[in-house]
């Protein structure tokens, strides 16, 4: 692949998390190993920094990012989360300073009645 072009090549790259479109010169290419190469998507919108993985396509053609298509969250979620504000400095040191001393497991921390577990922690 060539890195120069490969930025311009990707305009029209979507956010996973809220699909709004990466300028490109918020897409950084981090590693470029000929077949593939490793980019950086930084969304202005909402925030969130995505790593991702471009397979070479022909010149002609548009490259294949593998975030393209696949939002991580599903409308439902992404309604629900709307009015939240994005995960902070202050989230991330309290978290931290809650796991700093924690022995345990996952499924201890988060409780028997943790969503999504589908009763696996009961």
């Known amino acids: 692949m060539d890195p120069r072009g490969l930025r311009a090549r990707l305009t029209g790259a979507g956010c996973t998390s809220c699909g709004a479109t990466i ?10 190993r000929g077949d593939f190469a490793f ?7 909402c925030g969130s920094r995505t790593m991702g993985l471009v397979l070479a396509t022909p010149a002609d053609a548009d490259p294949v990012l593998d975030t393209a298509g696949h939002p ?51």
């Open 72 to 122: 991580e969250l599903d409308p439902n979620t992404v309604a629900r989360l709307a009015s939240r504000p994005p995960v902070g400095e202050d989230d991330l040191f309290a978290m931290h300073r809650l796991l700093d001393d924690w022995t345990g497991d996952l499924r201890s921390l988060l409780g028997e009645d943790c969503p999504g577990d589908g009763g696996a922690a009961r």
């Open 39 to 45: 980019v950086e998507l930084d969304c202005q919108g």
């Open 23 to 32: 300028p490109v010169e918020r897409i950084v290419v981090l590693a470029d």
